[in-house]
């Protein structure tokens, strides 16, 4: 019986380097209020969310993507023809095939890169980030490209009091690559699907296609059991990745949570007891919920800023529809 070769991979894996693209347009709460009965007050007590970006028609999911993913590609100092695989966490690409990974890859320059989109919506970019940290220890790839991109604005119901305030697009990527300690955590993740309904799509795309509804689908959730469950169930989760990667809320520099709330981020900040002298990301006020964008892009945001430092070891967690989540420690590039 013929014996497989083991593979060759890196010991570790890292990230390299990290880039981030918003959309131009800014939206501020006030044209929101143009078709909901609400206030600015309100919607920034409850969410924190002062405005958000809307993509125009130019700034498609792969427009965005290929902006974002040049920025991580020259942060981590490789070329495009280095990138080995390339993964896409979105929810809001309205091809269902081809995967918009493979327009991507071809688009930056990749030579023949491995590429296709994956489907877990907020946490989509912890299940990218863990993905490709297996290929580069297992060898199938040294160099992996990480996106995760949204155009929620597309997916949004404006008269939905409920959700029409909280969404926003934009494009967040990183490069995964060989390490020789280890940079990134076990990671904790899982799914909830008894509570799907929880956060989901209004109707399926065949509804609308059979002329069964006439508006077209839109993202709704049950807000206050989407926040119960991700303050209490997901600080659990964030504590079991600290616990798996051998740190303590002590040792951490930087707090990177899903950017969906900023209530649910204080609260989280609460129960895992984090010191005064961790740095939280709060990339919500400005930029909205960005789904699967929203770590990458916030982790983006506290490096450009200087509120975060290369080398700083950070808690990321991704929690949303499925339920879905995913949590590790990461150092930052």
């Given at each position: 019986m013929a014996k497989i070769k083991p593979s060759k991979g890196a010991p570790y894996a890292r990230i390299l380097g990290v880039g981030g693209y918003r959309p131009t347009r800014i939206v501020p709460n006030e044209v929101i209020l143009e078709t909901i009965d609400s206030s600015d007050e309100w919607i920034r007590s409850r969410s924190g969310i002062e405005t958000r970006h809307w993509a125009n028609d130019e700034e498609t999911v792969?427009?965005?993507?290929?902006?974002?993913?040049?920025?991580?590609?020259?942060?981590?100092?490789?070329?495009?023809?280095?990138?080995g695989a390339v993964?896409?966490?979105?929810?809001?690409?309205?091809?269902?095939?081809?995967?918009?990974?493979?327009?991507?890859?071809?688009?930056?320059?990749?030579?023949?890169?491995?590429?296709?989109?994956?489907?877990a919506g907020c946490a989509g970019?912890?299940?990218?980030?863990?993905?490709?940290?297996?290929?580069?220890?297992?060898?199938?790839a040294e160099y992996v490209l990480v996106i995760g991109v949204e155009?929620?604005?597309?997916?949004?119901?404006?008269?939905?009091?409920?959700t029409a305030f909280l969404f926003g697009d934009g494009a967040g990527a990183v490069v995964v690559g060989p390490s020789t300690e280890p940079a990134i955590g076990p990671t904790v993740w899982g799914s909830e699907g008894d509570k799907s309904d929880t956060i989901k799509q209004t109707v399926p795309w065949t509804d609308y296609r059979d002329g069964e509804v006439a508006k077209f689908p839109a993202i709704t959730q049950e807000g206050q059991a989407v926040f119960r469950w991700a303050v209490f169930e997901m600080a659990k989760v964030a504590k079991e990745a600290l616990d798996a990667a051998g740190i303590t809320a002590d040792e951490l520099d930087v707090f990177i949570p899903h950017q969906a709330n900023e209530r649910i981020i204080d609260s989280m900040v609460k129960t895992l007891k984090l010191p005064e002298s961790v740095t939280v990301a709060r990339d919500v006020r400005t930029t909205g919920n960005t789904s699967a964008a929203?770590?990458?892009?916030?982790?983006?945001?506290?490096?450009?800023?200087?509120?975060?430092?290369?080398?700083?070891?950070?808690?990321?967690?991704?929690?949303?529809?499925?339920?879905?989540y995913a949590a590790t420690v990461v150092t930052l590039p």
């Open positions: 792969a427009a965005m993507s290929v902006e974002a993913s040049g920025k991580a590609i020259a942060d981590a100092g490789i070329t495009a023809e280095q990138v993964v896409v966490s979105t929810v809001s690409h309205f091809k269902q095939t081809p995967a918009v990974a493979t327009e991507i890859a071809d688009k930056l320059g990749t030579n023949k890169a491995a590429a296709f989109d994956i489907s970019f912890g299940y990218g980030l863990t993905l490709a940290k297996g290929m580069v220890v297992e060898g199938s155009r929620l604005s597309d997916l949004t119901d404006l008269e939905d009091r409920a929203s770590i990458p892009l916030a982790m983006e945001r506290l490096l450009a800023t200087g509120e975060a430092k290369s080398g700083d070891t950070a808690l990321v967690i991704g929690f949303g529809a499925g339920l879905v």
